[in-house]
């Protein structure tokens, strides 16, 4: 007897379920509309001119990525106790010994002056 029941129950239930989904536009009309949309958009936009713009995003992308793997490795020296120590060290005397070389007498200061004022020409006009 009980058994009766809960058939008619999932019938009408299923019913009224089928009625609710079909109100409105489906799922896929919506997303040609969506797609339509996007086309027409893109078919607006000056092609031509994407080259400079793929060209500046590949290069900030470049950067992006050579930020991260240069703080990687930085954080992989520092992670030895020794070792940023000794770096420094290292840029201390490299420093020193190209000053010794380059800023010892006035010809040789008078030489760096004129090429970095011959750099500063080349790259700044």
Do not use: C
């Not at 490299?94 to 200061?109: A, D, H, M």
């Amino acid at each position: 007897m009980s058994d009766g029941t809960p058939e008619v129950n999932s019938e009408s239930n299923s019913a009224s379920n089928t009625n609710t989904t079909t109100e409105g536009p489906t799922i896929s009309d919506r997303a040609n509309e969506v797609m339509g949309k996007a086309n027409e958009v893109l078919g607006k936009v000056d092609w031509t001119q994407m080259g400079k713009y793929g060209k500046a995003a590949g290069i900030v992308a470049l950067v992006i990525v050579a930020q991260i793997l240069i703080k990687v490795v930085i954080d992989t020296i520092n992670f030895f106790p020794l070792l940023p120590g000794l770096l420094e060290l290292l840029g201390v005397v490299v420093v020193g010994q190209w000053s010794w070389q380059n800023l010892t007498t006035s010809e040789k200061r008078n030489a760096v002056a004129e090429k970095v004022q011959n750099l500063r020409k080349e790259y700044l006009g």
